[in-house]
């Protein structure tokens, strides 16, 4: 579903250049949640970047559904962004000026979706994560659980081929965390979500199916979860992050 081929990004002038990825390759299967995990510097939010097209690669290919991303013109970024990508934020970027329901289908409105259709998927995405109740109600009305909710039927409802998530439980208390992870879990198992979720969190990461380990913008390793219990999966993440070295509070 995702091919990141030899992949390359620097950034700065000749004569100080930061080479912010190093060949990076993997794939991602199609249904797969997949975490990003390193120490501040790793990489993990570039890579990120350049796959949701908000920086260009500077060598590689990126293939999304067999379409060569990183050679889209400028023209057409924004609608491959609205059409194809869906993103979870950390302050969830719910407009206060629209309800749930119009914030849940603003990218099919704005793809000119006939609005009898909009409403249809709006409700059937937000009977899936049990938000139906709150979609007259402002933002500002609901709370952070609804939100986090809401966050993520915009990010699924027009059938986005994959939902990026970037550093997700950062601004939420432990509790908050939990849920939002169980609610992509749920997105995941449920309506076949294609998640990269980048965090710094080892318990976050945990709730992945696989956790890729950048350093210094290579691979470093990954973890394949199986068949295993989350909490063991979740010591040996932390395995992984020990092995990486350096300062281990940047990245747990």
Do not use: W
């Amino acid at each position: 579903m995702l091919q990141v081929q030899n992949i390359e990004k620097y950034y700065g002038s000749r004569n100080n250049v930061t080479k912010a990825l190093d060949r990076v390759s993997f794939d991602v299967a199609d249904g797969e949640f997949m975490a990003v995990m390193g120490a501040s510097g790793s990489g993990k939010t570039t890579l990120l970047n350049c796959i949701s097209t908000i920086d260009t690669v500077s060598a590689g290919n990126i293939f999304l559904d067999g379409e060569n991303i990183a050679e889209l013109p400028a023209g057409e970024l924004a609608r491959f962004r609205r059409e194809r990508l869906g993103f979870v934020f950390q302050d969830f970027n719910l407009l206060d000026t629209l309800t749930v329901e119009e914030n849940i289908g603003l990218a099919l409105s704005l793809n000119y979706h006939d609005a009898g259709k909009v409403q249809k998927q709006v409700k059937a995405v937000a009977g899936q994560l049990g938000i139906t109740d709150i979609l007259g109600k402002f933002p500002y009305q609901i709370s952070g659980g609804q939100k986090q909710r809401a966050a993520c039927a915009r990010a699924i409802v027009a059938g986005q081929s994959l939902i990026l998530a970037d550093e997700p439980t950062g601004a939420l208390d432990s509790k908050a965390s939990k849920n939002l992870l169980e609610i992509m879990t749920q997105m995941n198992r449920e309506t076949d979500a294609t998640i990269i979720m980048v965090t710094h969190d080892a318990y976050s990461a945990s709730y992945a199916s696989r956790v890729l380990f950048l350093k210094d913008g290579r691979v470093f390793n990954e973890l394949i979860k199986g068949e295993r219990p989350r909490p063991v999966f979740y010591h040996e993440i932390l395995d992984v992050l020990a092995l990486l070295g350096g300062d281990i509070s940047d990245v747990i």
